[in-house]
Nanobody, 122 residues
């Protein structure tokens, strides 16, 4: 069973920083793209940042220059460094990973973590 577990969320004042981590475990042949999304109550999940297996990154305009996504393939982990946090960044943050579970599996499956709460106070 593939699992993604986020950590690092919490309460921080505006202007502060947090670093989120997401560790992937289970049956993994390869991990392709990974990403971070966020969701506020009553809203759809929105893209925050993505990173490909080759290291190419993409960011939402609202977080460019403030957030940095990275990955450590040896640890099967994706990170989101969040600096200069704003109250508008308050949300539940979810990581995802596109995973090929075994060499015999031709399809790639998208897995999601359960989310970690980030609250930015003024």
């Amino acid at each position: 069973q593939v699992q993604l577990v986020e950590s690092g969320g919490g309460l921080v004042q505006a202007g502060g920083s947090l670093r989120l981590s997401c560790v992937v475990s289970g049956s993994i042949f390869s991990i392709n793209d990974m990403g971070w999304y966020r969701q506020t109550p009553g809203k759809q999940r929105e893209l925050v940042a993505t990173i490909t297996g080759g290291g190419s990154t993409n960011y939402a305009d609202s977080v460019k220059g403030r957030f940095t996504i990275s990955r450590d393939n040896a640890k099967s982990t994706v990170y989101l460094q969040m600096n200069s946090l704003e109250t508008e960044d308050t949300a539940v943050y979810f990581c995802n990973a596109d995973i090929r579970p075994t060499i015999a599996t031709l399809r790639v499956f998208r897995y999601w973590g359960q989310g970690t709460q980030v609250t930015v106070s003024s």
